[in-house]
């Protein structure tokens, strides 16, 4: 396995969801490098247990190493001046999907707090929220979603550059909280179409 901070963090991520009892959609997950801009991304889904491979609710988590941060990061680790510590720039997308019907945004973002538990010195900022309507290619209607997403930057203090093992600890609140917010929106109380139902 590659020794990285930036693995590490995907690791103690992925320990902090599975230690709420979340499941991840294996297929969801990908890691990726822009071989242009050398961005490198790391990107999954969890779901609520015993939802199984269509959730109701659902959260997109991703997670960007970039290139700028790689260049902090070599010249802390060559002992050399940075003039801005590195950051991991973290999203996450809450999912409610499968409605038989449209759902006033409101009732969502009600449920939803401004902001997260906070991640190292700071929490994910409240942002943006999508409704979207999906279309067979008869253009038969297959259900309604929103989104509602999250976004900010994590910055490695030096502590936890130097011992990865600290990022369990800034990391761990993360896990519960992105459970309780699925919890929230599972209780909503919206009519969802029936799992692998043919349109």
Known sequence: MLDHVFTD???AIRDALETALLERQ???ERFQVDVLLGDTTWETTYSL????IEPHVQVDITMMWATWAQTAYRSWYLSEA???PPRIAISLSFRLQQMKSRLDPDRVVTVLPQQSVD?????LQRQTSRIELEFDQDQ???GWSIEVSYQGEYELPESVLADGSELDEQLSDLGGWISSMLIRLGDIGV???PPNQDH
């Open 119 to 123: 991640i190292g010195a700071a929490p």
């Open 191 to 193: 009519e969802h179409l």
């Open 49 to 52: 247990p015993g939802e199984g």
């Open 140 to 142: 038969t209607e297959l």
């Open 82 to 84: 940075v003039d801005e």
């Open 26 to 28: 294996a297929f969801e």
């Open 9 to 11: 963090a995907i690791g």
